[in-house]
């Protein structure tokens, strides 16, 4: 896939930009920047196909509830670097993100030196509109199929009923136009289907 046009939006907007064919080159260069510093991981199968974790922490002080426990959300909220990744990505260049528990998208606005995306040519979408369309209704319902969630979009993982219900996994919505002000943002392209 070209990466070209996304590329060229996306640093309009004033974020970096990386791109790879593959993930294994994408994590050997994330493994080769990131040194000896504090990072937090915001919940993502994509970190997570990528072995990142384990990576990194041969040489910084890793923080990912996923595999430190919980109280490791905490202490990834003041971390010096922070890594997720993205529920969609509009050609225009919004980054769209969808969170339960507030976490992760908290930290893609305020908190860091340093805040990477790393995103999947699956996760890419012509505008925003359909970057937004395939936040809710394809990445939401798989994570909730994922998860176990007892809501209407988990029984098939085909698309979001907008349910009221207690296991909603979807509490907020974070879209950025660019990246915040305090917050160095660099997205990691990968030309490999990565996550959900
Ligand atoms: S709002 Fe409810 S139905 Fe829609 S994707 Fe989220 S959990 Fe599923």
Redesign the pocket.
Known sequence: MAFETVKKNLEARGFSVKTFDTAAEAAAYLDGVIDGVSVGIGGSLTVQEMGLHEKLAAHNTVHWHWTDGQEARAKSAGADVYITSANGLAETGEVINIDGFGNRVASTLYGHKKLYFIIGRNKLAPTYDEALWRA?NIA??KN?QRLG?K???AVKGDR????K?PE???RSLVVLWGPSMSLDTEIVLVDEDLGL
């Open positions: 809710r939401a319902p909730a969630k809501t209407p979009c979001c009923y907008d349910c219900s909603r996994i979807c």
